[in-house]
């Protein structure tokens, strides 16, 4: 009998994906194990493996199609032996995509869409017309009435490539109509208050100064959980300053002493890779601070596993050092070289992200001398690391140059308060200025 092939759940919390690639085409042979297709989630561009044996049959969703839910039916395997014709026709039991997104209620084409011009596909029954999330913002963004589109999609949903290619043959402008203000728009505050639609604060701008650009999954998943966090979290800030000149001479011998492997050194530490320890060693040391809050019970983790912040194209990600104060300094620097590399590359696994008992921020590279930042839920800390920079300090009286960096520590409060965060900060502050600590 035919065998359904579902969006897989590539992480605990995820809900919906986009096919991105198929690297297969119908009458092509599978077996299990093989690479089908890849599918981008919002942190991630992950391969999907075949389970089954059999001969592709049917692909329902195509490639690039957006926010397929979890568990609907992308394709159809005929087993061995089985006709594959018949498989294509008889498969199909599982639930599909657009039946899972049909719950928006507001989903009728804009009043002010142009009369039909051609016989819907999508709502062939007169009834709402099946389409992603993006295809109806990217349609209302061009004044084009989504009735009028035929969909490509499973079951004639409409996409996004539907969207654009109606877009480009009827020659529809891509700015909204609703942008041209009236006089007297530029004035009023409540316009921008708490869930303003996007009509009325297009209307507060100049009709074509500005284009529309689509958010993608990784910058709606940034914007969910960060207002989630301030809306959530009572934040505490400590700030303290740490001289570096002890870690930068430490650094640089060890550097210099790397044991070298076909004329490369097998590592090269940086101030990252040591503030990294140091967190881990500050949380071993204040372990009432390695915790998670729960309305029910606090978590008290066993390990400071350290997520560090990582920037790519169109937000950040946090890949996570497991274990960091077991680890040596030269494991570590390995280890960060290696997820950072695959983070810009969008190729880690939902696991080498997801969790975590707390964060670094390093701004400093960027010149940035303080900062605070968001505190990222599960974790109830997050230290943020300024650039270090040659300050005067005065030392038994008299004044001298050091290196000086300045971190703040942000603290879930309901978790740790401030004496807390002030002794873990200290603990953290020790371990910087006495590097040789973290060598034993």
Request: proline share 7%; glycine share 8%.
């Amino acid at each position: 009998m035919p065998i359904n092939i579902t969006m897989p759940a590539l992480s605990p919390t995820m809900e919906e994906g986009n096919l991105a690639k198929w690297l297969v085409k119908e009458g092509d042979k599978v077996k299990s194990g093989d690479v089908i297709a890849e599918i981008e989630t919002d942190k991630a561009t992950m391969e999907v493996e075949a389970v089954d044996e059999g001969t592709v049959a049917k692909i329902v969703v195509p490639a690039g199609t957006e926010a397929v839910k979890v568990n609907a039916l992308i394709a159809i395997l005929a087993a061995d032996g089985e006709d594959v014709a018949a498989a294509a026709a008889g498969g199909g039991s599982a639930p599909a995509a657009p039946k899972a997104e049909a719950a928006p209620a507001p989903a009728a084409a804009p009043a002010a869409a142009p009369a039909q011009t051609a016989a819907p596909a999508a709502a062939s029954s007169g009834d709402r017309v099946f389409a992603s999330p993006l295809a109806r913002r990217l349609a209302k963004e061009a004044g084009l009435d989504l009735s009028a589109v035929s969909g490509s999609g499973p079951k004639g949903r409409v996409v996004k490539s539907d969207v654009e290619k109606a877009v480009s043959t009827s020659g529809t402008k891509s700015a909204p109509a609703p942008a041209a203000a009236p006089a007297t728009a530029a004035a009023p505050a409540p316009a921008l208050a708490k869930g303003a639609s996007e009509e009325a604060v297009l209307k507060l701008f100049e009709a074509g100064s500005y284009d529309l650009v689509p958010h993608d999954g990784m910058r709606k998943t940034i914007a969910k959980r960060l207002q989630e966090s301030k809306q959530t979290i009572p934040h505490f800030y400590v700030s303290v300053d740490c001289e570096l000149d002890a870690l930068l001479a430490l650094r640089a011998q060890l550097n210099d002493a790397a044991p070298r492997k076909e004329s490369a050194p097998t590592y090269k530490l940086s101030v990252n890779d040591m503030v990294i320890k140091a967190l881990a060693l500050a949380l071993r040391d204040v372990p009432d601070a390695n915790v998670s809050w729960t309305d029910s019970n606090m978590v008290k983790h066993k390990h400071a596993d350290v997520g560090v912040a990582v920037s790519i194209p169109g937000g950040l990600i946090t890949p996570i050092i497991r274990k960091a104060e077991t680890k040596t300094l030269s494991a570590i620097s390995n280890e960060m070289k290696d997820l950072g590399k695959r983070a810009k590359e969008r190729k880690l696994k939902p696991e080498e992200y997801q969790g975590g008992t707390t964060a670094v921020s390093n701004m400093g590279m960027m010149g940035v001398k303080n900062f605070a930042a968001v505190v990222n839920p599960p974790h109830a800390t997050i230290l943020a690391i300024g650039a270090g920079e040659e300050r005067v300090v005065v030392k038994n009286g008299e004044m001298k140059v050091a290196n000086v960096m300045t971190v703040t520590l942000s603290t879930d409060h309901r978790a740790v308060d401030g004496a807390l965060g002030a002794e873990l900060l200290g603990a953290f502050k020790r371990y910087i200025e006495n590097p040789m600590g973290m060598l034993v």
